[in-house]
């Protein structure tokens, strides 16, 4: 059953002279908080002042909620759902509160009459790039959903001061710099050094019999981190409900040590500050080989040790005891990042808490449940045995019983498969041993999930089988969604408002009433208002991608996109062959008819993977060519827009009329991304992968189109020995030599050739056996995109079958199915009813 959403109350709230909602408050606010906040006048404030004094009419009139929420579920004690996430992609905060608290129009109206550019100081925020992609945009999604649906959350994360680099393209090669997000401060955080926790690391542990004579362990640590709770309000939309997110700051418990101050030691004390500070100082980007990063792991650890010493003083204030933790706190795992959670409630509860093992672990169990992100066997989190032990010496014991407990259960059910033993260990004792953070994480929670159909079922036949056949219960699926607020109503606004106009504005919050929208693709007048729609966020993306580019884009070609991170296993390279594909068509017979595009790419390769910072360069010299050749005559361009984040995400989502979903089948967990393009109109070109199963299965199969291997015919071909050289011939073989020669590349035979080469001899990815498959749907594409009209007809029927993928719907499914925790409607608190 679904939870109903609590009707839209959001205007009847007693307002103090601070929360005013009329735009006269609006205006008299920002130049008090432009005077007295940012100590600025008009002819020296910037336009980031402006910004900010922006940030603060609009913080203030959130402060309320957050209060009134803060003080309803302190007094009800009510159960609350703890989100850990080592990333939160959360993009630009002030247009997002704007549309939630429902004064978006106001506002901009008030700003546009003080003479200045809306848009353009919306576009001032540096945004807290505090994810690498998909998995920290959707804990994003997902805190924003639970606010709107009024479910009592916390978020908890690592407030990196630099999150995800800052991508720029130089001489077509990826090149990155530091994001420097905090550099003008963040209005939208309050700093909470008052419930700051301390962090060990390191160290050993010691028996002791404590004064009751009971057996116990101290861990003696060599190291303590002060952790410093920084906290945002998440809005929900057009309710009373503002939850938190709170990300920690390492800092060092005191300024200097004083011991080794004291020995004359002023820079050993300095720089013992200073490595503390570093456990927040930088997100790592994923791809990358983080086996034996230690620092990785100290941040893992880091905040989630936070995050739970914050519940236990949470469960004091409202006066819970502890035995009910896991009646207060339901807490999800995205992903193992935080998985060492398991071995750190145990000990919170055992060694400083007194409470009996099996109580303890029954309690952790029920606390926990844990989200699988990823099918690729290279991204599974181990831990080297060594570099554990040397950082979590007492976690490393508690593993160890855990384990020892948990593989006599094991051992019963499978009774002599001591193979299966060997398999599912939490420690891998192949070579050299390694904790195995996934094994951790399933056996420390009691529900466990992927993020689309195709990928709940793999985990059971494939990567968590053993897991599956011990607890078949356990197993279920909980398909991504991705929050209609920032990705429609927030990017797009003309197409929220031609869809309002005609079925209400109740979508927002509902998207499944999106369905009502079906009978109006019969609709001739309203398919050219959609089209209008569509080629109105064309031009502005144009205008955007020539700004940032130097490229000049027609916004009457067709736009084929493909952002995302940069991967071998989401083959951009697949998208980029085919382009050289029409390039060599074109220039082999000038006179063929093809539908003019537009090539649109965008993401980061992580600053180690060589091979995709290879394939950004290939895609960049492909533009650098067929832009400029007059033999093209502009029938097809190639940009690559970079640094792809939320906010270009929001500028792109809308402009594109096709969404490249192109992943080897059985690789790619769910995507987001395809999601957020279907939504806004753009129809998918897709293989039968993640969620673009589902996505095809609810716009229906002639929307869409579909290409390539399926995962049983990928398993089959792989298993019968797959030869990429068998598939080089005809088209595919002109493309690839062409590139091999050096054309794309000023005759430079050897730049693309790890590439070329990788692709010929192991194609680990199957890039060539579906490149046919590939080229004859996007034939389909090109006639299909010819019929403007029945184009309209398929992009509305997209949109108008989204609805299953708002991250509304998957909330409500993990409330129901996994946390059990229920709406609190929240009364909004003036000032004086909060005083004492
Ligand atoms: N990065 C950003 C900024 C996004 O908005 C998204 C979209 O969900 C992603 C990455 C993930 O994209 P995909 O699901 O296509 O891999």
């Not at 720089?271 to 990063?293: A, C, H, I, R, W």
């Not at 006639?783 to 991250?807: C, E, P, T, V």
Request: hydrophobic share 40%.
């Amino acid at each position: 059953m679904a939870t109903p959403l609590v009707a839209v109350e959001h205007r009847t709230e007693p307002q103090d002279e601070r929360t005013a909602l009329t735009k006269e408050a609006f205006q008299r606010d920002f130049f008090n908080n432009l005077f007295y906040i940012l100590g600025k006048f008009p002819t020296l404030a910037t336009k980031n002042d402006y910004y900010q004094a922006l940030a603060f009419v609009v913080r203030d009139r959130m402060l309320q909620r957050w209060i009134s929420t803060a003080a309803a579920y302190t007094k009800q004690g009510s159960r609350t759902v703890a989100y850990f996430s080592a990333e939160f992609l959360m993009g630009p905060h002030l247009g997002n509160n704007l549309v939630n608290l429902g004064i978006h129009d106001e506002v901009r109206k008030a700003v546009t009459e003080l003479g200045l550019d809306f848009n353009e100081l919306l576009l001032e925020e540096d945004e807290p790039g505090l994810g690498n992609g998909g998995l920290g945009r959707l804990a994003a999604c997902f805190i924003e959903s639970l606010a709107t649906l009024q479910i009592p959350s916390l978020g908890y994360g690592i407030r990196y001061e630099f999150g995800i680099f800052h991508q720029e393209i130089v001489d077509g090669w990826q090149t990155e710099r530091t994001d420097k997000w905090l550099r003008f401060g963040n209005p939208w955080e309050i700093p909470r050094p008052e419930w700051a926790v301390h962090v060990k690391l390191g160290g050993y542990t010691e028996p002791y019999r404590d004064e009751f004579y009971r057996h116990r362990v101290r861990w003696v640590p060599d190291r303590l981190v002060a952790a410093v709770p920084y906290d945002t309000p998440i809005l929900g939309y057009h309710t009373n409900t503002a939850n938190t997110l709170r990300l920690w700051k390492a800092e060092a418990p005191e300024s200097f040590d004083f011991a080794v101050f004291n020995r004359g030691d002023y820079y050993g004390a300095v720089m013992q500050k200073v490595s503390s500070e570093n456990l927040s100082k930088v997100l790592y980007p994923n791809d990358e080989q983080l086996q034996g990063k230690e620092l990785r792991l100290s941040q893992q650890y880091f905040f989630v040790s936070a995050s739970l010493q914050d519940m236990f003083r949470i469960l004091k204030i409202q006066k819970i005891p502890v035995e009910r933790f896991h009646e207060k706190f339901a807490a999800q795992l995205n992903d193992t990042h935080p998985a060492i959670a398991v071995a750190e409630l145990m000990r919170l509860l055992i060694d400083e808490n007194v409470v009996p093992w099996e109580q303890a672990w029954d309690i952790t169990r029920r606390t926990f449940a844990y989200t699988n992100h990823t099918l690729l066997p290279e991204a599974l989190e181990c831990w080297p045995l060594p570099l554990f032990a040397k950082l979590l010496p007492r976690h490393l014991e508690i593993i160890f019983e855990i384990n020892a407990r948990f593989l006599d259960e094991v051992r019963i059910r499978f009774y002599g498969d001591e193979e299966r033993i060997a398999r599912m260990s939490l420690i891998d004792e192949r070579g050299e041993r390694y904790v195995r953070m996934a094994h951790l994480a399933c056996v420390g929670s009691h529900a466990i999930n992927g993020v689309a159909e195709l990928h709940s079922e793999l985990l059971k036949q494939d990567v968590l089988r053993d897991f599956y056949e011990l607890w078949p219960t356990r197993f279920g699926n909980k398909t991504n969604g991705v929050t209609p607020r920032r990705w429609m109503a927030l990017s797009n606004p003309r197409l929220t408002k031609l869809v309002s106009s005609h079925i209400g504005d109740e979508w927002i919050t509902d998207l499944s009433q999106l369905r009502r929208l079906e009978p109006l693709a019969e609709d001739a007048g309203f398919r050219q208002q959609w089209l209008d729609v569509k080629r109105a966020c064309k031009c502005d993306f144009a205008a955007v991608a020539l700004k940032k580019t130097g490229i000049t884009i027609d916004p009457d070609s067709l736009f084929d996109v493909q952002v995302k991170r940069i991967h071998e296993y989401k083959r951009q390279h697949l998208n980029i062959l085919h382009v050289v594909a029409l390039y060599h068509r074109l220039r082999s017979n000038p006179n063929v008819d093809i539908t003019p595009r537009t090539f649109i790419f965008g993401g980061k390769a992580a600053p180690g993977y060589h091979i995709a910072k290879l394939i950004i360069k290939l895609i960049t010299s492909v533009g650098d060519v067929v832009n400029r050749d007059p033999a093209v005559r502009d029938r097809l361009k190639v940009v690559f827009l970079p640094n792809f984040n939320v906010k270009n995400g929001q500028r792109i989502y809308p402009a594109a009329d096709l969404s490249e979903q192109v992943s080897t089948a059985g690789k790619e967990a769910s995507g987001t991304g395809n999601m957020k393009f279907s939504m806004n109109g753009a129809l998918t070109i897709g293989t039968m992968d993640g969620a673009n199963i589902e996505i095809r299965e609810e716009v229906g199969a002639e929307n869409f189109f579909l290409f390539g291997l399926t995962t049983p015919e990928v398993g089959a071909l792989k298993a019968s020995g797959y030869n990429p050289a068998n598939y080089l011939d005809g088209e595919l073989k002109e493309v690839v030599e062409l590139i091999r020669s050096g054309f794309f590349s000023r005759g430079d035979a050897e730049l693309f050739r790890p590439l070329i080469d990788g692709l010929v001899h192991h194609d680990p990815y199957l890039v060539f056996a579906d490149f046919d498959s590939y080229s004859k749907a996007q034939q389909q594409v090109s006639a299909a995109y010819q019929d403007r009209d029945h184009w309209a007809r398929m992009s509305i029927l997209n949109s108008a079958r989204s609805g299953k993928f708002s991250s509304d719907r998957t909330i409500r499914e993990y409330c129901d199915d996994i946390w059990k925790a229920p709406a609190v409607p929240i009364r909004l608190l003036t000032q004086e009813d909060v005083k004492v």
